[in-house]
């Protein structure tokens, strides 16, 4: 592991907290949105998921694009969605074109988690894959930690608005250091093979800190190029479907708790600077659970500890639905909540890099990602319909919580396939 994959990875994890923060910006904004242009719940829990509809597409389609223009082009075109979409939102005039401008920035953040999951995992040695993906997987909560809290400081002084400005600020900041500081993998090169090939491969090398060479080598006719009907193969088929729907119940859980903290502490008095308060601790405890997962990736087997913090995650929401009208409660329920989700989430990333080969990793991670991420979006709007429903948030904590217990049966049942991306 040299200083360029580690700065890389680094990168990568920096690139996932803009994400995360660019996710969770409609949260800290929704009671501000909701107070001012008078929004109901029902209509609230859409606006919530619209960017996780464009993150759907955005993972499917842009996580191709990762396999076919290349790892760094296709980050690069991401920041600039997730910039535009971000400076766009303040502008909104109501809640539809809210809703619009949400769907787009939604197809940048979307691609990015597929080509910073692709990359991590070819910038890390065999030893330190697992970890390197988690460690940037890790990145999505440490910027909901620092940029809500950055965010709820706003909010006490300015509006919901502020909140979308400071998320483009940092998506122009990093969107030089991409292309300047992150060189092509050299395994996406030789699978893509693209015009120019052998000057791009040196170039990498280089940057890697070895020998450029001669020529290339021979191609492996046995790689076609990436396909998504080559995730339902013979070899793949079961193991794509199982990722994907327990991927899928999984973020339909882990949302609903992202999503809803908010509005559900304003709705108990509090004011929207303390709601954002609460979800921060909500991902101090996700960024804790993601910290140590990355370091239990390196020793303990990953589907046994992901099914275990599932169960943890089901237990833990549904009593999430009974805490009090207490500020501190509610953080530290919060916070535990997120701790088991959120450390999940962080070993999906890893186990789906493990279970496909190098040359399918971006299109399979887009695909179960993207597709996946329609449970992240129906979460929201279940939950939206059930509190609709006069339900109260015992009755809908409980419902919402069994995603969790449905993704743990199904990593149960899927075929080992963990040596694919060695």
């Known amino acids: 592991m040299g200083w360029r994959q580690i700065v890389g ?20 904004a929704s009671p501000g949105i909701a107070a001012e242009w008078h929004v109901e719940r029902k209509v609230l829990g859409y606006v919530l998921s619209m960017e996780i509809f464009g993150m759907a597409a955005g993972s499917i389609l842009l996580g191709r694009l990762t396999d076919r223009l290349g790892r760094i082009p296709t980050m690069v075109i991401c920041l600039v969605i997730m910039a535009s979409g971000m400076i766009a939102a303040p502008m ?4 539809t074109s809210l809703a619009v401008i949400r769907l787009f920035t939604g197809l940048g953040i979307g691609g990015m988690l597929a080509a910073t999951n692709a990359v991590a995992a070819e910038y890390a040695n065999t030893r330190w894959r697992s970890a390197g993906v988690a460690l940037m997987a890790a990145g999505y909560p440490l910027g909901a930690v620092v940029g809500g809290t950055i965010a709820s400081k706003m909010l006490v002084t300015g509006n919901w608005r502020d909140v979308f400005y400071l998320g483009a600020a940092l ?40 020998a450029p060479v001669d020529t290339l080598p021979p191609v492996d006719t046995s790689i076609a190029k990436a396909r998504v009907a080559d995730l339902f193969g013979p070899e793949l088929r079961a193991v794509s479907l199982l990722l994907l729907l327990s ?14 903290v908010p509005k559900i502490v304003v709705d108990m008095g509090f004011p929207a600077s303390a709601a954002g308060g609460v979800l921060v601790w909500a991902n101090v405890g996700g960024l804790i659970g993601a910290i140590l997962f990355s ?18 995650s089901t237990v833990l929401v549904a009593l999430f639905g009974h805490s009090p009208a207490d500020l501190s409660r509610l953080s530290l329920a ?14 999906f990333y890893a186990l789906i890099a493990q279970s496909f080969p190098t040359p399918l990793r971006g299109t399979g991670t887009g695909f179960v990602i993207g597709v996946g991420r329609l449970g992240a979006a129906t979460g ?21 919580s069994g995603g969790s217990l449905v993704a743990a049966a199904a990593l149960l049942v899927m075929p080992h ?6």
């Open 92 to 95: 909104a005039w109501d809640v």
């Open 247 to 260: 991927y899928f119940a999984h973020i339909l859980t882990f949302y609903f708790v992202l999503k809803w």
């Open 295 to 312: 370091l239990s990736a390196l020793r303990l087997p990953l589907r046994p500890t992901l099914m275990v913090m599932m169960v943890a």
């Open 171 to 210: 998506a122009l900041i990093l969107l030089p250091l991409v292309p300047l500081l992150m060189p092509e993998p050299i395994n996406a090169i030789l699978h893509r093979r693209p015009a120019g090939a052998l000057e791009k491969l040196n170039k990498s090398l280089r940057a890697f800190g070895h």
């Open 9 to 28: 990875i680094a990168l990568c994890a920096l690139l996932n907290a803009l994400d995360g923060f660019d996710v969770l910006s409609i949260s800290f």
């Open 334 to 347: 919060a916070a535990a909540v997120s701790f088991c989700t959120n450390s999940v989430i962080v070993g």
């Open 380 to 400: 929201p709007i279940v939950a939206g319909y059930l509190f609709e429903a006069k339900l109260g948030l015992p009755v809908v904590a409980l419902a919402m």
């Open 417 to 422: 396939r963990e040596n694919a991306a060695h």
